[in-house]
Structure formats: structure tokens, C-alpha cells
């Protein structure tokens, strides 16, 4: 065989050879971290499903990558069927503050609890954010638009406990809790975020190294939800 045909079959074999698909193994090691019903990430790294989208989003950084993708797609309509969580770390820990997105955009319901010695407190609430503006790529900012607390007061036969209704759980107070107002500006994390571009006080309560899994010392890869007065964040769960 004379050196022009193997070229011209080396040629062809790089016409017909398969190309390896680099998205997919990323998109499993993403569901490992975040769940499967955590799709927004997942979506970021789908179009990445030939050699060549590979080799680009390798010579982007991740925030314009993930900012690209974020141009068609809202940011409220993705958070529904989501639950973040703002508790007590410690092992055993008495209270929290659930917020779970509804099918309409922006949209929430939310539980509170919190049990001292001789009572039990508890609120209800349903709720709506909508944007405020676009701070950056990966943080906008929240108004919460409307907020109404119900419950009836619950009755457990042969519990000592005392239950008592709260008209503002933890987590939606402002600065002064006593005075029963309840904040209306808050801060929206997208994953991704680097830990060096949040407040100080968010970094204090995830803790170095971080209580969360899915988030260690350089960023986050959940969405984390801030109340701009307490400075405290509601923190995507991922099962």
C-alpha cells in the first residue's frame, strides 16, 4: 500500500470516526451533587454535547457559560418545585423555616416551628417575589410583592406543650423582630456563586468548611435566598 492511500484512509477515518460526547459525563456528575430533580444546572451543561461545544465552554469561564444560558430562561420559573430551608445547624436542632415554590412563578407557601421548654410556635404562609433587578450574573435581587400568614391553633391531646401562632416566621423579620414587621427585600444566589462575592454574615452561617455538601470554600452549586435585613440564607435542599 503506497503512503498516499493510508493517508487518504487516515482522512477517512477521522470523517467517519464517532465523536465523543464530553456532556454527558459532566451532567452525571452534576445529578451526584445536585439531585434529580434539580434540572437548572443540569441544562447549563447539556449543550455541551460535541467535541467542539466541549472545547468551547473549556476556554469560557463558568459565569459567562452559565450567564449565556440564563439569557432565555427565568429565574422564578425554574425555582418552582424547589424547598429552601433556613434552620438550625446543630444536631437535634428546634426550629426552621420552609419555603416551597409553587407552579405559578415566584410564588411560595412556607412552615415555621420553633419549640422551647413549655411551648410551641407555628406559622403558615403563602407569598410571592418577583425580581427586583439583575445585580450581577449569578445575583438578582427579590421584592417580596405580597405575604399572608394563617393557621388555626393546633390542639395534640395529652401534649403539656403550649402552641402558640406567630404572624412572621424567622427568617422574614427585619431588623427589629419585636415590632412584627415583616422585610421585603432579599437577595437571589444562583449556583455557582463564589463564596468570596457574598456578604460576610451569609459565609458565617454556611461555616468554614461548609455544613453543606454542595457547597464548599470557593462556591456554592444551589441557590441560596437572603433576607437583605437579617443577612441569613434559605438554602436550596438537595435530596
Known sequence: MTKKKLIILFILGLIFFPIKSYGFEDLISIKEIRGEKNYFYDRVF????????????????????????????DILEDLIGKELILQEEEEGGNWFTKIH?????????????????????LTNGLGKFEINQKIDDLTYSLRLVEYTSFGNEPFSYGDEKKYKLVEVPYGFQTND?????????????????KRSQMEDAVNEWIGFPSRKKYIDEDESRVYIL???????PFIEKVE
Request: aromatic share 12%; net charge negative.
Open 46 to 73: 447539556k449543550s455541551r454535547s460535541s467535541i467542539v461545544g466541549d472545547f468551547s465552554s473549556r476556554n469560557n469561564n463558568t459565569t459567562e457559560t452559565y450567564s449565556k444560558n440564563l439569557e432565555n430562561q
Open 101 to 121: 415554590f409553587r407552579e405559578e412563578a415566584g410564588t411560595f407557601d412556607l412552615s415555621y416551628k420553633y419549640k422551647d421548654e413549655s411551648t410551641i410556635y
Open 177 to 193: 423582630p419585636t415590632e412584627n414587621e415583616i422585610c421585603r427585600d432579599y437577595t437571589l444566589y444562583l449556583p455557582l456563586k
Open 226 to 232: 437572603v433576607n437583605d435585613n437579617l443577612k441569613v
